[in-house]
T-cell receptor, first 111, second 113 residues
Framework: NAGVTQTPKFQVLKTGQSMTLQCAQD?????MYWYRQDPGMGLRLIYY???????DKGEVPNGYNVSRLNKREFSLRLESAAPSQTSVYFC??????????FGAGTRLSVL | EDKVVQSPLSLVVHEGDTVTLNCSYE??????LLWYKQEKKAPTFLFML????IEKKSGRLSSILDKKELFSILNITATQTGDSAIYLC?????????????FGEGTQLTVNP
């Protein structure tokens, strides 16, 4: 019953460092998403992938890149981390019916 | 631009109280409204609403949608300390295809013993 698995759970970076957040789902969902959650801001969509082989920008894509590696995996890359990217990052997946299922989140701090 | 507004942003009640959380929205091509509960980690799905006036119910939680007035409410009766969480409202709609949700800021509910 894994559902949506995110790694790592916590990460501390220095400004300018790069890293990749990994996400995998085992529910055979077509669509996958990356959100960030900041206090008082709710969840904001960074990028999404409606199906394998496609990716699209969400509300706050600047400073991020994504790769839909296969149907199961969707990664988020920070090429040059900035303090403004300190946040909690959630990956989600969905099939028909629009119900998105979320991973446990990655807490990222950029110093 | 799609917009979802929740109120109140924060609410503190005592066990046994009944609470009503509000969600209003402005979205083109509305398809559905979803409620999630977020405790320490991942948001977990509560309800999906697509039709006006039809109440969805699960135990002490219930929700209803008004597509004319563009809002939804989430009711929790006989609250318990385990109901303490952030409650998120999200709306599916907009110009783009695929399942894209716009989330509100969330309501932080604290239930004291």
């Amino acid at each position: 019953n894994a559902g949506v698995t995110q790694t790592p759970k916590f990460q501390v970076l220095k400004t300018g460092q790069s890293m990749t957040l990994q996400c995998a789902q085992d529910m055979n969902h077509n669509s996958m998403y990356w959100y960030r959650q900041d206090p008082g801001m709710g969840l904001r969509l960074i990028y999404y992938s409606a199906s394998e082989g496609t990716t699209d920008k969400g509300e706050v894509p600047n400073g991020y890149n994504v790769s839909r590696l296969n149907k199961r995996e969707f990664s988020l890359r920070l090429e040059s981390a900035a303090p403004s990217q300190t946040s909690v990052y959630f990956c989600a997946s969905s099939s028909i019916g629009f119900i998105q299922y979320f991973g446990a989140g990655t807490r990222l701090s950029v110093l | 631009e799609d917009k979802v507004v929740q109120s109140p942003l924060s609410l503190v009640v005592h066990e046994g109280d009944t609470v009503t959380l509000n969600c209003s929205y402005e979205v083109t091509n509305f398809r559905s409204l979803l409620w999630y509960k977020q405790e320490k980690k991942a948001p977990t799905f509560l309800f999906m609403l697509t039709s006006s006036g039809i109440e969805k119910k699960s135990g002490r939680l219930s929700s209803i949608l008004d597509k004319k007035e563009l809002f939804s409410i989430l009711n929790i009766t006989a609250t318990q300390t385990g109901d303490s969480a952030i409650y998120l409202c999200a709306v599916e709609g907009g110009e783009t295809s695929g399942s894209r949700l716009t989330f509100g800021e969330g309501t932080q509910l604290t239930v004291n013993p």
